[in-house]
């Protein structure tokens, strides 16, 4: 099973795709897509693998979008 889902979180889409690993369990992924590309920022539209998985699918898109969420914060500063 593969599943996806795109949030979007101050101007970026962060993509999450999970990918089920046994009944009920997923490895998740994610990559950020940017409306500009900041110099030094190797990762952006890569696919980051999420550690400490399988997850159950809910723990598996909290986890993709709190780590994505995080990616754009140190991109762009935090939020004020």
Known sequence: IFMQRTVEYRGFEI???????STDMF?????????????GVAAL???I?????PFSRR??????EIAGQAAIDVIIGPAE
Request: aromatic share 12%.
């Open 15 to 21: 993509h999450i795709d999970l990918v089920s690993t």
């Open 27 to 39: 490895d998740v992924w994610f990559r950020i897509k940017a409306p500009i590309n900041p110099p």
């Open 45 to 47: 539209g890569e696919r």
């Open 49 to 53: 693998k999420i550690r400490g998985g």
């Open 59 to 64: 723990w598996a898109y909290l986890v993709a």
